[in-house]
């Protein structure tokens, strides 16, 4: 199979566009590929070499998308990195925490108030900071570029993608040029599978807003979209999260055919388009596909209400699974409707299919089938393999498995046996597709019952004082008792009275009673900002909870 430098030298001839509405910009396939071949040289001339790792902490631009050719050309590692470090975590320290696993030969970033400690980092780690508007940006061809003629094998490390930290502490997974190149032959399959009997003209395009740090913007927004020669627009997440309709303004207008988003930040979205009047966009040729965490069938139908407005029909919408250490997706949705059941889970770990008027079931939707270069299956505590319906370890194979975890040889023998993946999700198998129910970590038993914080989240959500994505279930333990008790931790826009926290509690308890049969004892409202998410939008459950337990503790000394 070709790799990606190939496919950048077949891209080169392509009579596309690449579009950056932000600056203004629209640039040439053959123009892209010059600026990538003189920053490629311009990296030699720096000093960065094969196995170098070059740290990006840039916003969504083009000199992002040279920069990262330009150091695959040069047989270096890119470490996409995010803009901005956790709540109360110092940015010094999050950047050296990297720098102790990657040792950055160089610092590329693009906002000024970066500089001062990027060059601090640098004189202590000894690596370069360099400003991307140092990049030569010259439209003279190079002669002899490095891509015609340097060798790529596909064990050879192209990137480290660091995992959200949603589950913990971020582990830098080694991607190589070759899971990279399998990963995105998957992506391109099942497109043409989800498309194929639902209308689509030829001249649609790519396009991406999240942020290139995630592994779903950087192949959507800058992989894909070379692998299969097609035209592309790129924005930034602030330019999406400040104004969606905006971005699907810019989606009808381009024809946009592909476009992943994550689920908690696709439910913010859908509220802003109910305020576009109908008609007003063309959405007929997208095909929107969310991943990145649990997709409940409320969220599907009310995408298919909302975009239905715009042409969108339901044969438009896809779930994948997947997780950084199979280098992005496993799975695909089904072409068609995506699959929607309701399930009862039983304490010992049997799943009975139920219907929509069972009041103990559960409506799940389908994460669909493993891609054509991936085998799923489900696994018990001692790695026997499990038949349909009972639940059990997600295990994966194939090869966007990665080998591991960079410089971590304890980790990686922690998640990989027999050549799988032990991803430590849990799931189940039915009618020949597959069911996500939740993270290890994350189920917790209550009464006998396993229940998954998601379900019990979205019951909060629904009401509309909650933002969006804004309720985490965390177990705190009573000191009394010694017991861990369910608490719901929720954050609004506004800070509430008294009087009205007590009416939000009452509300609160009484629709996870309604939907769960589970009763809440302890609601906590957080402030604005008090759910941190990851840069996509998943909830970083583990800090919410620690920030929360700090707090409380501050609260007491006091």
């Known amino acids: 199979m070709p790799g990606m430098i190939d496919k950048l030298n077949e891209f080169e001839l392509q009579p596309v566009k690449w579009y950056f509405p932000e600056v203004g910009m629209e640039i040439t396939a053959r123009d892209l590929c010059t600026r990538i071949d003189r920053a490629a040289i311009q990296l030699v001339n720096y000093g960065i070499g094969p196995g170098d790792a070059v740290g990006l902490m840039m916003n969504n631009s083009l000199e992002y998308v040279v920069l990262l050719y330009a150091i695959w050309i040069n047989r270096s590692i890119a470490v996409p990195l995010q803009q901005r470090a956790s709540q109360n975590v110092d940015y010094r320290t999050y950047l050296y925490h990297f720098h102790q696993t990657c040792e950055f030969k160089a610092l590329y970033y693009d906002d000024d108030r970066l500089q001062e400690t990027l060059e601090e980092l640098g004189k202590l780690a000894d690596a370069q900071a360099l400003k991307t508007d140092w990049l030569d940006t010259s439209p003279q061809p190079v002669a002899d570029p490095l891509r015609k003629t340097a060798d790529y094998p596909s064990d050879m490390t192209c990137f480290l993608q660091f995992s ?25 399959t099942n497109h043409n599978k989800c498309i194929a009997g639902v209308t689509q003209s030829s001249d649609v395009e790519s396009g991406t807003w999240l942020p290139f740090s ?10 894909y979209p070379v692998y299969v020669g097609t035209a592309n627009t790129i924005v930034s997440p602030s330019f999406y999260l400040s104004n969606p309709a905006a971005w699907y303004r810019l989606v009808s207008e381009r024809r946009i055919g592909l476009n992943f988003v994550t689920s908690s930040i696709h439910t913010s979205t859908l509220r802003a388009l109910t305020k576009v009047p109908a008609g007003e966009l063309d959405l007929s040729c997208l095909h929107l596909c969310l991943g990145g965490e649990s997709v409940s069938p409320v969220v599907v139908r009310r995408t298919e209400e909302v975009l239905s407005r715009f042409g969108f029909t339901p044969e438009q919408i896809h779930i994948g699974y997947g997780l950084s250490e199979n280098t992005l997706t496993a799975t695909c949705s089904r072409p068609g409707r995506i699959s929607t059941q309701h399930f009862i889970c039983h304490a010992n770990g049997t799943i009975e299919p139920a219907t929509s008027d069972t009041p103990t079931a559960t409506p799940m939707c389908a994460v669909g089938e493993p891609n054509h270069n991936c085998t799923m299956t489900i696994h018990d505590e001692h790695g026997n393999e499990l038949p349909d319906l009972v639940l059990g370890e997600i295990h994966l194979a194939g090869p966007c498995v990665m080998q591991r975890y960079f410089r971590d040889p304890e980790r990686t023998s922690q998640v990989l046996r027999d050549g799988r993946l032990l991803t430590g999700d849990l799931g189940f198998s039915y009618q020949g597709e597959f069911y996500c129910h939740s993270r290890k970590d994350d189920l917790v038993i209550i009464g006998g019952r396993n229940l998954v914080p998601d379900d019990i989240e979205l019951a909060t959500e629904a009401l509309d004082f909650v933002v969006d994505g804004g309720a985490v279930l965390v177990m705190i333990m009573e000191e009394a008792t010694g017991q861990s008790k369910p608490a719901m931790l929720y954050e609004t826009d506004t800070q509430p009275d008294q009087q009205e926290l007590r009416e939000q509690r009452k509300q609160i308890q009484q629709a996870i009673y309604e939907r769960c049969e589970l009763l809440v004892s302890q609601v906590v409202h957080l402030p604005p900002g008090g759910v941190e998410r990851t840069d996509s939008g998943k909830k970083k459950r583990k800090a919410v909870k620690a920030n929360y337990l700090e707090s409380k503790s501050h609260r007491k000394e006091s």
Not at 177 to 185: C, E, I, R, Y
Not at 214 to 223: A, K
């Open 164 to 188: 959200s930290g949603s589950t913990g502490a971020p582990k830098a997974v080694e991607v190589t040029h070759g899971m990279m190149t399998a990963q995105v032959d998957a992506l391109a």
């Open 214 to 223: 995630h592994n779903m913007g950087l192949f959507i927004g800058v992989i």
